[in-house]
């Protein structure tokens, strides 16, 4: 056990027992298998002669892995989003990197066949690669991958000032709009190439982007951000939804905001009231829970909803927060 699962567990002690027994979610709405080549390929073995500490080691994780924590957290169900875009990140070297994205589609499509009641999956790509809308029709011909499309806009490196990396944005989200696939966004820019991030580049998407994807529903993935609620830049993109959602705004209408690593265990207690009034105001029944993959210091679907307790909503506002289901998650 690592020291962040060892402090997390003694913060989670401390919750309520009323966190306990509270309604667990019917869905977790975020999550991710990772097969061994992707493992090698985000988290390759250190050299012999790097004396850094290590950081949290990142696990292969299967169909059957994950059910297995679903069943220990008594969650029913999860959406499986698939890491194929990782293999297309600019800057890495991957020999015929589209066979690669191929196959880490199809091996997501295979595990999910798996468990068919307990699983679905969307498949996903780095949308301004060239091979990025021939990968989206061969997704929506698979029948456990057409459900939906994955896209990180960090990883990718997607800058949504690049009139180039807009038009073929829209040309995705077209695409995925034409196949009725809903569509979940990482929308946080890239941390390690300096993008801009904030309020601006949420107007862009709301603007640009959602309005070429009208008629299929759009899940933004961390509330906007990556992991925590710490950075300022999630906050400032939160709120160009929150205010759009304020004047109803209609492209708002089949929005839904996933709350994946939003809430840690040491959140402050300020940061905590943050959330919780963003959650309000973004409307309850559009929060999805979510808890993204157990792996690489990621809390398990269990811990993760417990830490989820540190925020000061109702016993009410938690169970519509755990049995809200997306549409694509209905059956």
Known sequence: MTMQRRIAGALLATLPLCAARAQTPLVDHHQHLFSPATVALVAPPAPATDTAAPGPRVEPITARDLVALLDSAGIRRALVLSMAYTW???????ADEYAKVRAENDWTSAQVAQYPGRLRAFCS???LRDYALEELARCARDPRLRLGLKLHFGNSAVDVHDPAHLAQLRRVFRAANGYRMPIVVHLRASYS??????????QIFLDS?????????????HLAGSAGYDDPTTDAALSAFVDAIARHD???RRLWFDVATNVA????PERARLVATR????????ILWGSDAATGGNLAPRESWAAFHRLPLTAAEFRTIATNVAPWMDW
């Open 88 to 94: 297309g990140k600019p800057g890495r070297q991957v």
């Open 125 to 127: 790509v780095n949308p």
């Open 193 to 202: 190439k300096g993008l801009p991030y904030g309020r601006a580049e949420a």
């Open 209 to 221: 982007l959602l309005p070429a994807a009208p008629d299929v529903p759009v899940q933004i993935a």
């Open 250 to 252: 209609p492209r708002t």
């Open 265 to 268: 265990p040491d959140i402050t």
């Open 279 to 286: 959650l309000r105001q973004l409307g309850l029944k559009r």
